[in-house]
C-alpha cells in the first residue's frame, strides 16, 4: 500500500479548530501565514511519503537490534533521520532563540502526525526530542539552554526521558535512582548520576551525534515519594569545551525490550553509573524533577494522543484501498449476481465509515487541543486552563481510537486480516503500547476527575460544556451529551467519594472527549458547507460528521450510568474471590 499524507484535512483542521489564521494575526505567530502554513504540510507530506513510509513495513519486519552494546536499525533509516534534520522539521515550533522557527505547537503537531502516520516507529525518536526540549527550555539553566538547545532543535542531538524503573512502574516516588553532588575536582557543581531505568524509547541508537537523557533521581536526605525527585541531564557523550561530543559518559544500553509492536523503535533498558562515573547536570531546583517531569509529560501526552490519530490514518487508508480492490460475493438483494468489491457491501461500508468518522473526530479534537495549547502561549489564561482539561481527553480518547481503528482494520481485510503479510496486523500490533504509557489511560482518568475536574471548582469543564451544548443548534444527541458531561461533573465534584469519581473516570473520560471532538467535527462540517473546502472534504465531511454525531455520540451518552454507579459494586468481592 502506497502511503497518501492526508494534507488537505490537515489543513482544514489547522483552520478550523486550530484556528491558525487567528493565532497567525499575533506577532508571536506572524509568520505563520495560509502559505507557510501549507507549504510546511504539503512539504512534511511529501517527506514522509518518499523518505519514512518505505521503511515502514522494512522496521516491522527486521526491528532494532542491539550487538555488542550498539543498537542498529534497519538499512535506511539512517539517511531518512539525516534527511529529517538536514530539512529542520524538528524545529517548527522550537524557540527561534536556538534555532526554531518559533511557529505554532498546531503546526508542530501536523509535521508529527504525518511523519506517524507514514512511519509509526520512527516517528517515537523526534517525539520523545520535544519533550527533552520542552524541559531543558523551562526548566535549564541558561549555559544548558545555549549547549544542548540549538542540537536538539535542529536533531543533530536527540533526547529521552527516563522515568520509570523495574519496581517503580507508573509510582514515580518509588524510584530507587541516585544522584550523588560532586564536591571537589574537575566536575564539582555536577552529579554522580547511578541506578537502571526500564521502558527509554530510543534510549541508544547511532542516528544522532549524541543522546541528551533526561533522568530522574534522587538526591541524599531528600523527602520520600514524588517531592524528592529531581531531573539531571546526563548525555551519552560528555560535550567538550567547544559543544562537541566527547569522551563516553558511564552510561550503556543493556538490553532491548522484546515487544508485540513498535518493533523500530528501541525500547531500551538502560543502566546508570555501573563504574561509579555516570556523569549528570541538575535541571532546575533540588527535589524540583516532578514540575519539569510534568512539563515533559504534557507535551507527551498529546503527542501520544497524535500516535492514535497516526495509527487510525494509516489503517484506515490500508482498510479503505483492501475493499476498493477485494472482489467478493454479489451485493445482498441484487439482481446482478456478478461479484463486487467489498466496500459495496452495507457491512464494510459501515466500518470504513466508522473508522474516517473516529479518524477524523480524533484529529480534530488534537488540533483544538493544540490551538488551545497555542493561546495559552499567547497569554490566554482560560485557553491554557482549556489545554490542560483537555490533555487527557485527547491522549486517552486518541489512543482508544487509534486501537478501535486498527482493529477494525483488520475486520475489513477478514482472514488475510489477521495474516502479516498484509500490514493490517502491524497497525494493531504498534497501535496497542499507546494507551500504556506516557501514563495509561486510567492514570489519565484519575488525573480528569482528582485534578483537571477542579480547576476553577469545575468551571472549566462546566464553561466547555455549555458552549457545546449552546453550539450544538439542532443537533440534539450532542447538546445532551455535553449536558450529561456536565451532570456528571457536577456530582463527581459534589457528593461523590473519591472512589467513586475514580471508578466511573474511565468512560466520563470518554464522555468528555467525544462530545468535544464531536463538536469539532460539526465545525468542521458547517465550514465545509460554507467556506469553499475542498471538494473532497465538502462532499464527505458532512455525512462523515452526521454519522459521528448520530451514532458515536450516542454510544458516549450511554456511558452516563457507569460514570455515576460508583465503586461499591467493584468491591463487593474481596480481592481473593474477585481474582481466584
Not at 15 to 41: P, Q, T, W
Not at 324 to 351: L, N, T, Y
Not at 414 to 432: P, S
Not at 446 to 463: F, Q
Request: with cysteine; glycine share 12%; charged share 20%.
Amino acid at each position: 500500500m502506497d502511503f497518501t499524507p492526508p494534507t488537505p484535512d490537515q489543513i482544514f483542521a489547522l483552520k478550523v479548530n486550530a484556528g491558525i489564521d487567528e493565532l497567525a494575526a499575533h506577532d508571536r505567530f506572524a509568520a505563520a501565514s495560509a502559505d507557510m502554513v501549507e507549504a510546511i504540510a504539503e512539504g512534511i507530506g511529501q517527506f514522509a511519503q518518499g523518505e519514512w513510509a518505505p521503511l515502514s513495513r522494512i522496521g516491522d519486519l527486521e526491528g532494532a537490534r542491539l550487538e555488542n552494546g550498539v543498537v542498529r536499525l534497519p538499512a535506511g533509516y539512517a539517511e531518512a533521520y539525516q534527511g529529517f534534520v538536514a530539512a529542520g522539521w524538528g524545529a517548527v515550533s522550537a524557540p527561534e532563540a536556538f534555532g526554531g522557527q518559533g511557529l505554532p505547537y498546531a503546526l508542530a503537531c501536523c509535521t508529527l502526525e504525518t511523519l506517524g502516520a507514514a512511519n509509526f516507529a520512527f516517528t517515537l525518536l523526534p517525539m520523545l526530542t520535544v519533550g527533552a526540549i520542552e524541559a531543558i527550555d523551562h526548566h535549564g539553566s541558561a549555559d544548558q539552554k545555549a549547549l544542548y538547545l540549538p542540537k536538539l532543535i535542529s536533531g543533530e542531538w536527540s533526547g529521552t526521558m527516563n522515568l520509570t524503573e523495574p519496581q517503580a512502574g507508573s509510582d514515580v516516588g518509588a524510584l530507587r535512582t541516585t544522584a550523588t553532588p560532586i564536591a571537589d575536582g574537575p566536575h564539582a557543581g555536577k552529579y554522580k548520576i547511578k541506578g537502571t531505568k526500564i521502558f527509554i524509547t530510543f534510549g541508544e541508537h547511532e542516528l544522532a551525534g549524541n543522546i541528551v537523557h533526561l533522568v530522574l533521581a534522587r538526591l541524599p536526605g531528600a523527602p520520600a515519594g514524588s517531592r524528592g525527585i529531581s531531573l539531571f541531564l546526563v548525555p551519552k557523550y560528555l560535550p567538550k569545551e567547544d559543544g562537541t561530543p566527547g569522551p563516553r559518559n558511564d552510561l550503556k544500553v543493556v538490553s532491548l525490550e522484546h515487544k508485540m509492536g513498535i518493533h523500530a523503535s528501541p525500547t531500551c533498558v538502560m543502566s546508570y553509573g555501573d563504574n561509579d562515573e555516570c556523569l549528570g547536570e541538575i535541571v532546575g531546583a533540588e527535589n524540583g524533577g516532578l514540575r519539569a517531569m510534568f512539563t515533559m509529560m504534557n507535551s507527551a501526552r498529546i503527542n501520544v494522543g497524535s500516535q492514535g490519530v497516526q495509527v487510525a490514518e494509516a489503517a484506515t487508508q490500508r482498510a479503505m484501498a483492501y475493499a476498493r480492490e477485494r472482489v467478493q460475493s454479489a451485493r445482498a438483494g441484487s439482481p446482478d449476481k456478478s461479484p463486487v468489491a467489498i466496500i459495496e457491501h452495507p457491512d464494510v461500508r459501515r466500518m470504513v465509515l466508522r473508522m474516517r468518522a473516529l479518524t477524523e473526530a480524533s484529529r480534530a479534537l488534537l488540533y483544538y487541543t493544540a490551538g488551545q495549547v497555542d493561546r495559552g502561549t499567547l497569554g490566554d489564561t482560560a485557553a491554557q486552563m482549556r489545554a490542560e482539561l483537555l490533555v487527557p481527553l485527547i491522549k486517552s480518547w486518541g489512543t482508544d481510537v487509534g486501537c478501535e481503528v486498527a482493529s477494525i482494520g483488520v475486520q475489513v481485510h477478514g482472514g488475510m486480516g489477521f495474516i502479516e503479510e498484509t500490514g493490517a496486523a502491524q497497525h494493531y500490533r504498534d497501535a496497542r503500547i499507546t494507551p500504556i504509557y506516557e501514563g495509561t489511560n486510567g492514570i489519565q482518568a484519575a488525573d480528569l476527575v482528582t485534578r483537571k475536574l477542579g480547576l476553577e471548582n469545575g468551571g472549566v469543564l462546566a464553561a466547555l460544556m455549555a458552549e457545546i451544548a449552546g453550539d450544538a443548534g439542532d443537533v440534539t444527541t450532542l447538546a445532551e451529551l455535553a449536558k450529561a458531561c456536565a451532570a456528571v461533573g457536577e456530582w463527581m465534584t459534589g457528593s461523590a467519594s473519591l472512589d467513586d469519581r475514580l471508578a466511573g473516570s474511565v468512560p466520563f473520560q470518554t464522555m468528555c472527549a467525544v462530545a468535544v471532538a464531536g463538536w469539532q467535527l460539526l465545525r468542521q462540517s458547517r465550514a465545509a458547507e460554507t467556506e469553499g473546502a475542498p471538494g473532497r472534504i465538502a462532499r464527505s465531511k458532512p455525512v462523515i460528521a452526521r454519522y459521528f454525531l448520530s451514532r458515536v455520540v450516542p454510544e458516549a451518552l450511554g456511558l452516563q450510568a457507569a460514570a455515576t454507579a460508583g465503586a461499591a459494586l467493584l468491591y463487593e468481592l474481596d480481592s481473593e474471590s474477585l481474582t481466584a
